[in-house]
């Protein structure tokens, strides 16, 4: 059985960092491409990031291009999101999602049920 | 990148009765790389439908997807009391890939 569990999210005043995790399981996980999904509050859902699974290539809305970097460590079945200078406008819950393929970029079969980041003084 | 409008934004309909959701895009949507998600409040999004008409694992055979190019259709055959939720259209074929605003199903 597949899971993906994202941990790490919290309250951050703007500015700030935040890392979050995501801990899968049931799937060779060096073999997919995994993305980070968020939706604001009562809005919809917005592609954040995406990492082939090696983690040889990355890829970035510009929204987040340049404040977020996406990291994976393949030993532990773990991806990151690293997440710097926060504004008010990144508050969302932030879904881990497993892409169908290597090379991310797809669509995603996969999904954890999110932790929310609020981003307020 | 590419938009995906979604209509209606809100759809009212009876359990039984037969739901047709669309997801227009501003431009083609190269090899129909077009998906639906269902997502239900405080749940994540569940993949229902990939490459426009492809059934992901376990989704009930009352939900079709068609379209190409720039104009796909969801369609829900007889509503069941758990399929009122909201549904998102997401495109891959381009980067980046893009998602639609969301249509509400809710029971009438």
């Known amino acids: 059985e597949v899971q993906v569990v994202e941990s790490g999210g919290g309250l951050v005043q703007p500015g700030g960092s935040l890392r979050l995790s995501c801990a899968v399981s049931g799937f060779t996980f060096s073999r997919y491409g995994m993305s980070w999904v968020r939706q604001a509050p009562g809005k919809g859902l917005e592609w954040v990031s995406g990492m082939s699974g090696s983690g040889d290539s990355t890829y970035y809305a510009d929204s987040v291009k340049g404040r977020f970097t996406i990291s994976r460590d393949n030993s532990k079945n773990t991806v990151f999101l690293q997440m710097n200078s926060l504004r008010a406008e990144d508050t969302a819950v932030y879904y881990c999602?497993?892409?169908?393929?290597?090379?991310?970029?797809?669509?995603?079969?996969?999904w954890g049920q999110g932790t929310l980041v609020t981003v307020s003084s | 990148e590419i938009v995906l409008t979604q209509s209606p934004g809100t759809l009212s309909l009876s359990p039984g009765e037969r739901a047709t959701l669309s997801c227009r895009a501003s431009q083609s949507v190269s090899s129909s790389y077009l998906a639906w998600y269902q997502q239900k409040p405080g749940q994540a999004p569940r993949l229902l439908i990939y490459?426009?008409?492809n059934r992901a694992t376990g989704i009930p055979d009352r939900f079709s997807g068609s379209g190409s190019g720039t104009d796909f259709t969801l369609t829900i055959s007889r509503l069941e009391p758990e399929d009122f939720a909201v549904y998102y259209c997401q495109q891959y074929g381009s980067s980046p890939q893009t998602f639609g605003q969301g249509t509400k199903l809710e029971i009438k």
């Open positions: 999602a497993k892409d169908i393929g290597y090379s991310s970029g797809d669509y995603f079969d996969y």
């Open positions: 490459v426009a008409s």
